[in-house]
Every structure is written in structure tokens, then in C-alpha cells.
């Protein structure tokens, strides 16, 4: 068997006169020497050209069954001279059917002796007569053949003549030679042979012809062929095997040594052409897999399209003449070969039970796809899903889905909601189904125009700045003025036009800070020697005020929200381009601020920027999980971040000392307020790590200690759940406890939990890693969807006017090094072995594929556009199930319920106000809350500062400490310091102003209320003994302003300030739904409803009532309607008229008359 990856193959187009256009060099290992394997389809085709009439691989089966009849190769092993491409073969082996020069010299020697077809024939008699040229063309001494053990070998000199012919064939026996020369005697006088049999005259070429057509003439004279097992038969035999053996030799020495050396043998290889018959049928061309292949990569290599690259590599003569396509093949080679992923996708993932989804949409070519990646822990592989192609309308076509009766009804309603949730839905599913610049050269400018016109001297802007640019630039303190003006040029926001901030890329801004920062008042220089007006300086209080009336609108619309994006619009087209709005944007405060942002967001990018650096493959996102798992409470990044405003960083130091920000007085406020802010939004996030399953990772850990200690946690985790779950099956209430807690143990983690359950939670446990691996081992977020979007992006803008189809969109993904570049394992990726065995025999694929429209679900998906009855999955929720859970671990390890604790009193944690320093009574312990979430809230620890000199106290955040859950179950053991930041000694500090008790803190500020409910503010008031039953019948405020006087006690001022506060005007309320709202809307189409759901639903609900405004007012105006007087009588009166029947509601009346009553209504 040949292995692809052991052939090299040759274009041997140079020369028409060889056995084939193509050949390849095989060579098993450095030490064997490399053999010659024809291609059989190209001499198929020159066949077929002389009427050969055969398929492929019926002429192939034909060929060794012709050759076997022969007896001229010894052996039984035709693997030894045939390659047969086959289905049964493994993917690396050789995809085409080729055969050694032995088998096909033999091969002419059936045809020559057997061949009924003369064309055939002749063809063969040329091509023998060409290999035998080539084989004795590089001859540089004698060369003898070997007959056999009992006959001499013959010699074959340099010029291509024969000796010993006689002496061979008659030390058999004579009369074989006698009989040979009559023989030749005869073809000479037909003039079949041009040399006589001696040693002076014979050549190879009449050797070869009379030893391979003797059988054939003799047959056409009438005589019977020589026999197999008589002395002359035999020795013929024996001639026949050693020149089939000393041909096929030299032919191959001739390519291999000489002909290799002189063309090139690189070029691609003519294809195939076909036709369906004979006459002037015109000829098609059929590339072969190789050259496709060979096409494809270059494509891919030079950034051209597939048709590119076609017409390209036609004109540049890379491919032969014979070798020409049309463009438009090239679509079906790609969906093809998308075809050929898509089905060794399918195999990579055979056998998974657990698949990891990243799936990102964004609008390519005007439509909406829907990229992701698919991984798998069990068979250590990804791949990219087929695009899709998401509908964007709300509306669905007829027969587009399955619906239920109930989502039918409100579909015809048009009341269905999460249409686009469906249809993303339906092409994720598919999708599983198919797998199981700025003004860089406007600012150069100026700046040349301003330094071409002035000098340092001369520019008396330049006189009040050049310090504060040479501080910018980190220049020595002892450079000069002139110094500093050779510098202004080669500020970063001059010399290149770096990053701009993108929504889609986190951290952008961050970059393009730290880029720009340090150009800031260069450009404001150059920008106010051009445009500066004395009117307008944003730094001025009064002018700024001016500055800002400018952005207001002229006619501003009462119901119009005027955004940044507006006013910043009214600037740019009020002040007269972008660069003035850029000057009035340049102010000291606005300077103060970004500086204060990238101070304090630094260690949080740097965080980042190390995760995406760092973490690429799920074996990675394990790693992490693991560390997080014990430690995230003190990630670096936290501990770097608490640290900022203690940390005399350069930065902190230049907003403390630099001149211009001297008369802000808020700089340490706003330090100390974003800092917390920041580490209170991270350590809620990090906070996921002690939750299922993250906090479980440590079973994939290889250390068995902390394998069995992830086990125990577990255990008792577990065991916490299923009682607390038997308590409320006992108790037959719900409790708001378990209610969180399903957010964390979802379906998934009780499974595994289960699992180790089963085997009594041991830390080796085969079911359970088995499912604690499908949750755990994912790709680590969906940074990579992003790249591949950026892919789509970039090759869109790169040939804006070619059309990107959905197969460039999905050769793009897939070719993309997004998984390899990961260290990724891509097993579906098409390499060129796996290209030329499966392109042959793979089918074109459609476009349907890649429209999720085509995906039908089953109709109970549909249930998920009717009603909500599944509870949201938010960050807060998410959040108040962490905290729900570390509650449960700290009731059950510090034995809570023993001291009379109920499980419902944890809820009164969520008295904590955030970003506060609260200090326990009891304890005198002190920390800042960084929030609550129902059951516990997260503090940092706190130190305290004492200057001895000065006698200076103040707080600040732990920069070495670490997160950790409180529950506040007693809130009157709590106290709230305020505190306001303070400068000392180059550090950032909180000064303690007041204590209040946490409760009376909490009730002070209205906007508070809203965090807790009814139930929260009951379990409060048994603290206070109030009666429960009273409490249960108040209603909410009732109950709020019960506990205010019980709170403030005799602080009258306290409880009216805050009983006023909570006293709302009353909003004017707008009566909709009323009698002509209902006819109105009657009257509208169906589709011009939607544009009144609020007026329809109110509507709705008075007719549920039992009664229709329009129908009582219609009542009314019949009732008042005066009846019709009777018509005269005529001559000759009509017949007695039957008494019309009396309903329920009344007469029954015309149509006419109801028409009228209507009508009447309107007017």
C-alpha cells in the first residue's frame, strides 16, 4: 500500500511520448531506493482516444487480470505493481490508481499479443518504441540483460544495438535458434525489422518487437502460436521477462535521473478531459484532486478568492494549457470540500455526550450569521459549525414552524414575544444538528503648518505649556524649551493613527489611553493655535455653561431623550468640524477624569490582557478554574486594584501634584468611589467561582488530596441540600432559600452530585468526573467567536467590490488558524491527504445547509415565544444564589440552627449598604461592603492608618487582604461609618465623620426601600416584638412607617423627614380605553393595532368584566331612537305580515338599521 505522505508527485507533461502525463515518486524510507508509479487515469484517457471503450476502473480490473495472464512478473503479489484506490483504504493512503513500469510494459506486451483493436494496437507499438529510445538515451557503457539462470545475458551498448542474441538463444537449444531466425528472416523481407539478427546490426527496438508481436504473426499466418512449455515457448518467455525487466529499469532511471532534472515537475497536472461519445461532442475538462487542492491553498496563501486565483494562476502559466477551468467550477470545489469537514466533523465528534457552544452573531453582506465553535472534552476536539443565516423579522411566514394550538392562537394574534430567542435557538440547534482610523493626517498637518510658521520664542501658547508637554513625555527635568519643541513631533497621536475604541473589543479604550494620554496638550497646543476663540474655554465655568447651550437642540421634541451621540453632533455642526469639537472637548476636567479612569482600570486590563495571553484551550480554563476555586477571594488583580489609592504610583502622584488639576478638590473622592465601584463589580464576579461547578473543579485536579477535599466539600454540600429539601417537603411551604440555591445546583450538578453520591463521594469517581468534565472543561469564553468575526470583517473590507456569498463566509471560518493558534486539537481540519482520497467521491453541497430557517423544531420549542415560566438568569440572580449557598455552608458549619437562627433571618442581609464601612458592635471588626445579595453581602478588610506626629487616623482597603462573605442576621448589631476621602503624605484615605446604626442608615434613604419586601420587613419586625398578625394585615408602607418609629424612637425630625420623603405627588393619570378609543381601534386593520397594545389591553380588560363600552352606548342610542311612522295605505293592501320573532336582547333588526346605529355613533 502507498501512503500519500511517501509520494511525491511528478508532472511529466514535458513529454508526450511517455507511459503517462503524471507519475509518482514513491520512497518507503531514506535507506530504499524510489520507485516509479505511473498514473493509470491519464493513460486511460489516451486509451479512450483510440477506442478504448471501458470505465476506469473496469479497464484498471482488466489491466491486472491481463497482466496475471501474462506470467512475465514473478510473484503472486499484484500489490507489488498496482495500487488500486479504494474505499477500504485508510485516509493517508495514495488516492489514485497507479502502477509500477513492469506492470505496464507487461501490460503492452498482452495488448501486442492479444489486442483485438488495432488503434489500440498501433498505439501501443509507438509507445513501446518510445521507451525503448528513452531507456538506452543515457547509456554510458554496456548493460547487459539477464535472461534467465540457464542462458547467457545479453549486452546492450550505449548506441542501442544487441550482442549475443545467438549465443543466448541457441545455449538452450539450436533448433530454438533456427526456428527464431526464420522467423525474423521473414518479418525483415516484410520489412517488420530493419536489422538482421547478428551481433553487428540488431537493435533493441526490433529485439522488442519480434519477441513482443511474434505470437500475434504467427497467429495471423495461420500457424499456431509457440507453445508455453516447449523449448522454443520457453525461451521466448524468458527473453520477454528480462526486457520487461531491463525496460522498465531504464525508463525509470531516464525520469528519475535525468528528466526530473531537466523540466520542471512541479507544475500542476493537466487535467483530465472527457467526453460522452464519439463525434464532435465537445470535450469538458475535469481538474484532479491534486491541482484543486494545490488551487485552494493558494487561494488561501495570497488572500485571493478561489476565481482570483483561477484566472491568476492561468495567466502566470503555473498551470499547463490543458489544464484550464472555468471560474465559476470553483464554487462547487469549495462546497465540496466544505462537504468533506463537515463529514470528518461528524466523526470527530462521534460518541460525545457533552458539546461546548460558542456562538456569536454579528451582519455580514446585509445579513445576519451566526458563527460558532463547537468543543468537546471526551474526544479532545473543536470544530467550526456551519454559518447560519437568521431571519431578523419578528414575523413568521406560513409553515416556517411547528407550532402549539396555544402559540398558534397567539401568533394569529401577533402577541408572540422571543421570536428572534427562537430563531437563534433553532439555528444553534441546526447547526448541533449538523455536527452530532481618525484625523491622523489632518493633525500631522497641523502640526508641520504650526512649527513651519513658529519657533519656541515666537509662540506664545507654546511659553505656558512646555513644561507640562515635557513632563507628558518623560523628558529629563533639565530639558529645555527648545528640547521640548524638536520633541512635539514625535508624540504617538502624530506619527501613527493607532487604535480606536470599539464596543465589540473589551479594553479597547484602555489601549487607546495609553497611546494617546501622553500626546494630550501636544494636540491641544496645535489645536488652540489654529481654532482658539477667547469666547469659548471649556475650562472657564461661565464659558462652559456657553459651551453646553450650544449643544441644545433648537426645537427639542418633549418626548425626545437627548443623548451624548446628539449633542455631540450639534457641537461638531455648530462649531464647524470635528478638530474644533476635538478642542472644546480638551479641558483640564475632562483631562482629570481620563486620567483617573486609566489609573484605576490599569490593573483590571492587565488582568485581561493576561487571561486572553494565557488562556487559550480548555485544559487552560481547567487550570484556572482550579486556582480560582481556592483563591479567588485574593486574585492579584483585586488585591492591585484595592490597592490604588494607597500605592503612590506615578500616576496617582502627577493627579495629586500637577498644576492644573490644583483647583479641582475631588480628585481623591473620585479615585477612592471608582476604585470601589471597580472592585465590588470584579468580586461579584469572581464570586462564580465558589459556586457549582467551578468550585468542584478540584476533582480534575491529579493531586489526590485536594482531589478528596473538593470531594468532601461536595458531600456536605450535597447533604446541606437534600435537608433542606426535606424540610420543606415537611413543612409543605416554599422556601425563598431553595428558590436561589436551584439557580447554582442546576439539573446538570445535581446529576453529577448524584453520581458521586452513588459512589459514596469519592474523589474517583468515573460517572461523576465523567460529568463534572462536560461542565467544566469548556472553551474559556467567547474571545475566539469575536476573532472569527474579525476574519469575516477583514476580507469584506479588504474586496469591497466582491461579493461575499455564504461559502466564502464558511471557507473563511474554516481555513481560519483561530483553533490551531489556541493549541486547540482541530481534527476535521482538510489537509491534502485527506483532500484527494475524499474529493473524488464527495457530492456537492447546497445552500440550505447554512439557512436555519430550513431546521424545523418540534413544536413544544414553540412554547418558548408564548409565556414566561421560566425564572430569569441574570447577573442578580445569579448573584443572590452564590450568596444563597455560601449562607447555607456557614448555617450548617457554625451551627446556626442550634442557637436559634432561622434560615429565613438570613434574607436580612440585605440591610448591607454597599460601598460603606460597616463595623460591628459586638466585635468592633470593621470592613467595606461591596454589596449585598440577599442571603450575605462581600466585604474587604480594612486597616486603619495613624500618623503619630501629626496625629492623622484614617481608613483604607486592605491591599494584600481578601474578600469575604458576612451575613448580617442581627442588623442591630451593625453600625455605618461615613467616611470622606482625604489626601495624607501622597496616599488616599477615609476619614471617619459620623456612626449611625445601620437600620436607622438604611430607612434614611428612601431610594433603599425598594431593595427589600414584605417578608423581609416582617422577619425585621420580630426583631422589634412587633405583633406578627398586625404586621402580616399592614400593608407595605403601613409597615415601613411602623418600623421607622420603632427605629427612631424619639427622633421626631428623623421619622417626619422620612415619612415626608416617602409621600410621591400623585402623577396625572391619562384615560385610555374609554368609549371612542374602542370604536376607533375597531375600526383600524389588524396590522395597525400593534401600534396600540397598550389602549388594546386596556380594552381587553374591561370586556373580560362582562361589559363592552361600545355595545352600552350603541344600547343607549336605540333606546332614545324614536320609532319609524307607519306608511300610508295603498288601494289595495298588502297581506297581513308574520309577527317577527322576539330574541333575547330585543327586536331583532335590519341590517340596514344596524348600520345606521353604528354610523349614527360616529357623527
Known amino acids: 500500500m502507498l501512503l500519500l505522505e511517501q509520494c511525491e508527485q511528478l508532472s511529466l507533461n514535458g513529454d508526450s511520448a511517455l507511459l503517462s502525463k503524471a507519475a509518482f515518486r514513491f520512497q518507503r524510507d531514506a535507506v530504499t531506493p524510489a520507485q516509479l508509479w505511473w498514473r493509470l487515469d491519464l493513460l486511460h484517457e489516451k486509451l479512450i482516444s483510440k477506442g478504448e471503450k471501458r470505465k476506469l476502473y473496469r479497464w484498471v480490473c482488466f489491466l491486472k487480470d491481463a497482466v496475471s495472464q501474462t506470467k512475465l512478473l514473478s510473484g503472486n503479489d499484484v500489490c507489488k505493481w498496482l495500487h488500486m484506490r479504494s474505499s477500504d483504504l485508510p485516509h493517508n493512503a495514495l488516492p489514485h490508481h497507479v502502477a509500477t513500469s513492469t506492470g505496464l510494459i507487461a501490460f503492452i506486451a498482452f495488448v501486442l499479443r492479444d489486442g483485438r483493436t488495432s488503434s489500440i494496437i498501433d498505439f501501443c507499438r509507438s509507445l513501446l518504441a518510445n521507451i525503448c529510445a528513452r531507456a538506452v538515451a543515457h547509456l554510458t557503457g554496456p548493460v547487459e540483460i539477464i535472461i534467465g539462470d540457464d542462458i547467457a545475458p545479453l549486452r546492450v551498448l550505449p548506441g542501442g544495438l544487441v550482442q549475443g542474441l545467438a549465443d543466448a538463444i541457441s545455449s538452450r537449444h539450436a533448433m530454438v535458434w533456427q526456428t527464431w531466425q526464420n522467423e525474423w528472416l521473414a518479418m525483415h523481407e516484410q520489412q517488420e525489422l530493419s536489422s538482421l539478427p547478428d551481433d553487428a546490426s ?115 502559466g503555473r498551470l499547463s494549457a490543458a489544464a484550464g477551468t472555468h471560474p465559476n467550477a470553483t464554487d462547487a470545489w469549495m462546497r465540496r470540500h466544505q462537504k468533506i469537514y463537515d463529514d470528518r466533523a461528524v466523526i470527530a465528534f462521534a460518541g460525545t455526550n457533552h458539546l461546548n457552544l460558542i456562538a456569536d452573531g454579528s451582519k455580514h453582506a446585509g445579513k445576519e450569521v451566526l458563527v460558532t465553535v463547537a468543543y468537546s472534552w471526551e474526544n479532545n476536539t473543536a470544530a467550526f459549525a456551519p454559518v447560519q443565516v437568521i431571519m431578523p423579522l419578528d414575523d413568521i411566514a406560513p409553515g416556517e414552524m411547528d407550532l402549539t394550538s396555544l402559540i398558534e392562537k397567539l401568533a394569529k394574534e401577533n402577541k408572540l414575544q422571543r421570536v428572534a430567542s427562537y430563531r437563534h435557538l433553532q439555528a444553534v440547534s441546526h447547526q448541533v444538528n ?53 520633541k512635539l513631533p514625535t508624540g504617538d497621536a502624530f506619527q501613527s493613527k493607532g487604535t480606536l475604541p470599539k464596543l465589540s473589543r473589551w479594553f479597547s479604550w484602555n489601549q487607546s489611553c495609553e497611546e494617546q494620554l501622553p500626546s494630550w496638550n501636544i494636540l491641544k497646543l496645535v489645536l488652540k493655535y489654529h481654532f482658539w476663540e477667547k469666547d469659548i474655554d471649556p475650562d472657564v465655568a461661565a464659558q462652559k455653561r456657553e459651551l453646553a447651550a450650544i449643544a441644545q437642540m433648537d426645537d427639542p421634541k418633549e418626548e425626545e431623550k437627548v443623548n451624548v451621540r446628539k449633542q455631540f453632533s450639534l457641537l461638531k455642526e455648530k462649531l464647524g468640524g470635528g478638530l474644533k469639537l476635538a478642542l472644546y472637548c480638551l479641558s483640564d476636567r475632562l483631562w482629570q477624569q481620563v486620567q483617573i479612569l486609566q489609573m484605576v482600570s490599569r490593573p483590571t486590563w492587565t488582568w485581561y490582557s493576561a487571561s486572553v495571553r494565557n488562556m487559550k484551550n480548555s485544559q487552560d480554563h481547567v487550570e484556572r478554574l482550579m486556582a480560582l476555586a481556592q483563591y479567588w477571594q485574593q486574585d492579584e488583580h483585586l488585591q492591585s486594584t484595592a490597592a490604588v489609592p ?15 488639576f490644583a483647583s479641582f478638590t475631588d480628585t481623591a473622592e473620585k479615585t477612592f468611589d471608582l476604585t470601589t465601584h471597580l472592585l465590588m463589580h470584579r468580586t461579584w464576579s469572581l464570586s462564580r467561582a465558589s459556586a457549582p461547578p467551578d468550585c468542584y473543579s478540584e476533582l480534575l485536579h491529579p493531586d489526590m488530596q485536594k482531589k478528596q477535599a473538593a470531594a468532601d466539600m461536595m458531600k456536605q454540600d450535597h447533604q446541606a441540600l437534600l435537608q433542606l429539601e426535606q424540610c420543606l417537603a415537611d413543612s409543605g411551604k416554599a422556601m425563598q432559600l431553595l428558590e436561589d440555591l436551584n439557580q447554582v445546583f442546576t439539573p446538570p450538578v445535581r446529576l453529577m452530585m448524584l453520581a458521586y453520591e452513588e459512589d459514596f463521594y469519592r474523589c474517583d469517581s468515573q460517572a461523576g468526573g465523567h460529568l463534572l468534565s462536560g461542565l467544566v472543561c469548556t472553551l474559556p469564553g467567547n474571545k475566539i467567536i469575536e476573532d472569527l468575526h474579525s476574519v469575516l470583517r477583514n476580507d469584506s473590507k479588504s474586496q469591497k467590490t466582491r461579493r461575499q456569498t455564504l461559502h466564502n463566509m464558511m471557507e473563511l471560518v474554516t481555513q481560519s488558524k483561530q483553533l490551531s493558534s489556541r493549541d486547540i486539537v482541530h481534527k476535521p481540519k482538510v489537509d491534502k491527504a485527506v483532500f484527494l482520497q475524499a474529493f473524488p467521491r464527495t457530492p456537492d453541497r447546497k445552500r440550505k445547509r447554512c439557512f436555519a430557517r430550513n431546521h424545523k423544531l418540534p413544536e413544544s420549542w414553540s412554547t418558548v415565544m408564548g409565556r414566561k415560566q421560566w425564572s430569569t438568569i441574570s447577573e442578580e440572580v445569579l448573584h443572590r444564589g452564590f450568596a444563597a449557598l455560601a449562607f447555607l455552608q456557614a448555617y ?77 442576621v442581627n442588623p442591630m448589631d451593625w453600625m455605618v461609618v461615613s467616611a470622606s476621602a482625604q489626601v495624607f503624605n501622597d496616599q488616599i484615605f477615609m476619614v471617619m465623620k459620623s456612626k449611625e446604626t445601620l437600620l436607622r442608615f438604611f430607612f434614611a434613604d428612601v431610594s433603599l426601600h425598594k431593595n427589600v419586601t414584605v417578608a423581609d420587613l416582617q422577619i425585621l419586625g420580630g426583631f422589634f416584638k412587633l405583633d406578627v398578625e398586625e404586621t402580616k394585615r399592614l400593608k407595605r408602607v403601613d409597615l415601613i412607617h411602623k418600623l421607622v418609629d ?16 416617602m409621600q410621591k405627588p400623585e402623577k396625572p393619570q391619562k384615560q385610555i380605553g374609554d368609549e371612542l378609543d374602542e370604536l376607533i381601534l375597531g375600526e383600524l386593520p389588524a396590522e395597525d393595532q400593534d401600534d396600540f397594545k397598550l389602549v388594546a389591553q386596556v380594552i381587553e380588560s374591561k370586556q373580560k368584566s362582562g361589559w363592552s363600552l361600545v355595545e352600552s352606548q350603541w344600547k343607549k342610542a336605540m333606546a332614545k331612537k324614536k320609532p319609524r311612522a307607519k306608511g300610508k295605505a295603498k288601494a289595495k293592501p298588502k297581506a297581513k305580515p308574520k309577527a317577527k320573532a322576539i330574541g333575547k336582547f330585543g327586536r331583532k333588526g335590519k341590517a340596514s338599521d344596524m348600520a345606521d346605529d353604528k354610523a349614527a355613533l360616529w357623527f
Not at 439 to 464: I, N, T
Not at 646 to 659: C, F, G, I, M, V
Not at 1046 to 1061: C, E, L, M, P, Q
Open 202 to 316: 540488431l537493435l533493441l527496438t526490433d529485439l522488442v518487437k519480434f519477441s513482443f508481436e511474434i505470437d500475434r504473426r504467427r497467429r495471423s499466418t495461420n500457424k499456431h502460436i509457440w507453445p508455453r512449455d516447449s523449448q522454443t515457448g520457453m525461451t521466448l518467455h524468458s527473453v520477454l521477462k528480462g526486457l520487461v525487466v531491463f525496460l522498465s529499469h531504464h525508463l525509470d532511471d531516464f525520469v528519475l535521473n535525468y528528466f526530473v532534472h531537466e523540466h520542471d515537475c512541479s507544475e500542476a497536472v493537466p487535467s483530465r478531459r472527457r467526453s460522452n461519445g464519439g463525434g464532435e461532442v465537445a470535450k469538458r475538462i475535469q481538474m484532479s484532486a491534486d491541482t484543486i487542492f494545490e488551487i485552494i491553498q493558494d487561494a488561501k496563501d495570497s488572500g485571493l478568492s478561489m476565481r482570483e486565483a483561477v484566472n491568476f494562476l492561468k495567466r502566470s
Open 434 to 486: 449538523l455536527l452530532t482610523a481618525g484625523f491622523h493626517e489632518d493633525k500631522l498637518r497641523l502640526l508641520d503648518v504650526m512649527m513651519s510658521r513658529e519657533d519656541p520664542e515666537s509662540c506664545a501658547l507654546f511659553h505656558d505649556c512646555w513644561e507640562t508637554i515635557r513632563d507628558d513625555l518623560g523628558m529629563p527635568s533639565f530639558s529645555t524649551m527648545h528640547d521640548v519643541w524638536r
Open 646 to 660: 494607597t500605592a503612590k504610583s506615578p500616576e496617582l502622584l502627577n493627579l495629586l501634584h500637577r498644576q492644573e
Open 892 to 968: 450548617t458549619s457554625e451551627r446556626m440552627g442550634e442557637q436559634g437562627l432561622r434560615l429565613a433571618e438570613g434574607r436580612l442581609s440585605k440591610f448591607a449598604v454597599q460601598l460603606q464601612f460597616l463595623q460591628q458592635v459586638d466585635t468592633g471588626y470593621v470592613g467595606f461592603c461591596l454589596g449585598n445579595a440577599c442571603w450575605g453581602c462581600l466585604m474587604w478588610p480594612v486597616l486603619e492608618f495613624h500618623d503619630e506626629d501629626s496625629g492623622f487616623t484614617g481608613y483604607y482597603l486592605s491591599p494584600t487582604g481578601e474578600a469575604h462573605w458576612k451575613f448580617l
Open 1046 to 1061: 420603632v427605629i427612631g424612637g424619639r427622633d421626631v425630625d428623623f421619622i417626619n423627614a422620612i415619612k415626608s420623603a
